[in-house]
């Protein structure tokens, strides 16, 4: 069981945007730690997407975004392609255990 | 560019200890802000942290594992190494050695990870 909970998937036509909600609590994102996306394509080594809640590493599309509020974070994907195909996974730190890190429950994005 | 590089048994027998290798370059686990760490994913689920060794060898491990758990670092040798003892075959999974390069806590840079399969 996930220390931050993710919906298990998301749909999207192409051109459409789809988001991914990530909600964790007082004692992780809640405590000011920073929330990270990776993408993992099938069969891939995950990929980092967006740190620090919304920044993008060089060479990533700006149709990829992030942002966090409270205790919950949200990627948000505009322009949908067949590419973002993936499951997506948020992550931070959590200091009720011990400042180790923890991974949500993961999202897979179909585009239809 | 960094690289991390994988190595252990592919195979483990139920109780055993597993131990596994990251070799790494392109940086060094001295400087500050510097972690590396394991991760794991059994197939078709989702990514597990385990524990990462700071550069000033202060270590953080899953609370759910850290009994079973040891991570230690050679910097001279570029490595970290990671010991999971007493294998069950839940424990079957892909192993991901991962870098984390500052403050931010970001994971920047995977491994290409390795498959430990536990099986009698």
């Known amino acids: 069981q996930s220390v931050l909970t993710q919906p298990p998937s998301v749909s999207g036509a192409p051109g459409q945007r789809v988001t991914i909600s990530c909600t964790g609590s007082?004692?992780?994102?809640?405590?000011?730690?920073?929330v990270h996306w990776y993408q993992q394509l099938p069969g891939t080594v995950p990929k980092l997407l967006i740190y620090?809640?919304?920044n993008r590493p060089s060479g990533v599309p700006d149709r990829f975004s992030g942002s966090k509020s409270g205790t919950s974070a949200s990627l948000a994907i505009t322009g949908l392609q067949a590419e973002d195909e993936a499951d997506y996974y948020c992550?931070?730190?959590?200091?009720?255990?011990?400042?180790?890190?923890?991974f949500g429950s993961g999202t897979m994005v179909t585009v239809l | 560019q960094i690289t991390l590089k994988e190595s252990g048994p592919t195979l483990v027998k139920p109780t055993q200890t597993l131990t596994l290798t990251c070799t790494f370059s392109?940086?060094?686990?001295?400087?500050?802000?510097?972690?590396v760490g394991w991760i794991r994913q059994p197939p078709g689920k989702a990514l597990e942290w385990l524990a990462l060794?700071?550069?000033?060898?202060?270590?953080r491990y899953s609370p759910s594992l850290k009994s079973r758990l040891t991570i230690t670092k050679d910097t001279s040798k570029n490595q970290v190494v990671l010991t999971m003892s007493n294998m069950d075959p839940v424990d079957t999974a892909t192993y991901y050695c991962?870098?984390?390069?500052?403050?931010?806590?970001?994971?920047?840079?995977w491994g290409q990870g390795t498959l430990v399969t536990v099986s009698s």
């Open positions: 991962i870098h984390r390069g500052d403050n931010t806590g970001k994971v920047d840079h």
């Open positions: 392109g940086f060094s686990l001295s400087t500050s802000g510097v972690g």
């Open positions: 060794i700071y550069w000033d060898d202060d270590k």
């Open positions: 007082s004692s992780n994102i809640g405590a000011g730690y920073d």
């Open positions: 620090g809640n919304s």
């Open positions: 992550q931070s730190y959590d200091s009720s255990l011990s400042g180790s890190g923890v």
